[in-house]
């Protein structure tokens, strides 16, 4: 079974410009989730979509943006890129069970620098 | 608010030795998962360990065990006869209603 795919694996942007990340969760996996890591503050939720429908949102501005396809793949965008933007970004899929036993499977992750 | 607190940004081990890895949570719910994930230098988040709240015994996988202190809300990863590719960040992660991640303990395995 394929694992999570996020492409593309590297980006540069200069500030101002918006970027689109994407997400194919393991197949049969319908919810995706998205967090941002830099070496400051470790993992920061950004947002869980499952079955195309925003499930939950962490405390990030309105930039950060997603949306989920009704085969489960999930896109970021970030719109209007600041400098602080520059981090990897993750994605997790699991299987989006209600409560706490789901298991978050993670993608090598998008790297993006903004100059 | 759930946090999850890491309080050894770095630690090393030699090759073959135990090592034990902190981590402290808060949280008002009685129902939730922990974990330990590993992420490599090659950045691929891998899970290693995870504990059912509601169950006393502590989850083992192999070199890896945990020992969860419900009432202390402590969960801590022992690695035990450890290896050069035990070298990474680990991260203990709260799962309730969503996953809340500590900040890392970088790893070090000494040859």
């Known amino acids: 079974k394929a694992g999570v795919t996020q492409t593309p694996r590297y980006l540069i942007k200069t500030r101002g410009q918006q970027v689109t990340l994407s997400c194919s969760p393991i197949s049969g996996h319908r919810s995706v989730s998205w967090y941002q890591q830099t070496p400051g503050q470790g993992l920061q939720f950004l947002f869980e979509?499952?079955?195309?429908?925003?499930?939950n949102k962490g405390n990030f501005p309105g930039r950060f943006s997603g949306r989920q396809f009704s085969n489960s793949r999930s896109e970021m965008n970030v719109s209007t890129l600041e400098l602080g933007d520059s981090a990897l970004y993750l994605c997790?899929?699991?299987?989006?069970?209600?409560?706490?036993?789901?298991?978050?499977?993670f993608g090598a992750g998008t790297r993006l620098s903004v100059l | 608010a759930q946090t999850v607190t890491q309080s050894q940004p770095e630690m090393s081990v030699q090759e073959a030795e135990t090592v034990t890895l902190s981590c402290t949570y808060d949280t008002s719910e009685s129902d939730y998962y922990l974990f330990w994930y590993k992420q490599p230098p090659s950045r691929q988040m891998i899970l290693v360990i995870r504990?059912?709240?509601?169950?006393?015994q502590n989850a083992t996988e192999n070199r890896f065990s945990v020992n969860f202190q419900k009432a202390a809300k402590s969960f801590s990863l022992k690695i035990s006869d450890s290896q050069l590719g035990d070298a990474a960040m680990y991260f203990c992660?709260?799962?309730?209603?969503?996953?809340?991640f500590g900040t890392g303990t970088s790893l070090t395995v000494i040859p």
């Open positions: 992660a709260y799962s309730g209603n969503q996953f809340y």
């Open positions: 504990q059912e709240a509601y169950k006393q």
């Open positions: 997790a899929s699991s299987l989006g069970l209600v409560g706490a036993t789901d298991i978050q499977y």
């Open positions: 979509y499952f079955s195309e429908t925003q499930r």
